[in-house]
């Protein structure tokens, strides 16, 4: 898959560079969110009872990896010799820790909040405003830009309608659910002010993105938020 590409910054080398800089950085804590959407994806296939929704997140799971070595590799084109300061992604990694350590004490609803309802819904956010940044050449790329955040969406919309069953058949209460969510919000924020300088260069806003991810959410969840 070619990913030859150029941003869209046009204000003299230096600034073009930094912007670079900061796609690639970006980009490289979106590819973080991939991989981990990925391993609790495989997870939710392997207990998950219903053929229907293990045959979803199977799918899911070789979706995400993809995602993640495409965001990857234009990270790399983008910067080749560039590495992130490991201090951006001290949220993320405790994000993962929280998910890692549900998976492991099978907390099914607690993975299904923190990875189908916040961190797609935060990806999906992103990556809706990082599309116009990324390529100059807007055709060529349409298809496969479309291809992602129409899987992101339908990864966030499923776990939405998971829950919502779940809450039908009063298999949890949205006092538990608020409650699990709750780190995992605190987190998503965190990680967008992490990003918000990187955003700033690149004319994106991240109280926006804040806004947009509160504003997706269920009413359920935005309750103690209005």
């Known amino acids: ?15 073009r560079h930094t912007a670079r800089l900061d796609m690639a950085h970006l980009l490289y804590m979106v590819a973080y969110g991939e991989d981990l959407a990925a391993y609790c994806a495989h997870w939710q296939s392997t207990v998950v009872h219903d053929r229907r929704s293990q045959r ?6 070789h979706q995400e990896r993809f995602h993640r070595r495409f965001f990857q590799r234009v990270a790399t084109r983008l910067a080749p010799a560039y590495t992130p300061p490991g201090a951006s992604f001290c949220h993320l990694e405790t994000y993962r820790e929280r998910l890692y350590s549900a998976i492991r004490h099978e907390r099914w609803f607690e993975v299904l909040v923190g990875q189908q309802l916040v961190l797609e819904g935060i990806g999906e956010i992103a990556l809706r ?17 479309k291809l992602i955040l129409r899987q992101e969406h339908a990864h966030h919309a499923y776990g939405l309608r998971q829950i919502d069953d779940a809450i039908a058949a009063q298999a949890i209460d949205t006092v538990t659910l608020r409650d699990l969510a709750q780190p995992y919000l605190n987190l998503a924020e965190c990680m967008l002010n992490d990003a918000s300088g990187l955003l700033t260069h690149l004319n994106i806003d991240a109280s926006r993105l804040q806004q947009e991810l509160w504003s997706d959410l269920p009413d359920w969840l935005r309750q103690d938020r209005q």
């Open 129 to 145: 405003h990082m599309d116009d940044r990324i390529f100059r050449d807007q055709d060529r790329f349409q298809h496969l830009r």
């Open 1 to 15: 898959m070619s990913t030859h590409l150029t941003l869209t910054e046009t204000n003299g080398p230096t600034s």
């Open 56 to 61: 979803f997140f199977a799918a899911q799971y």
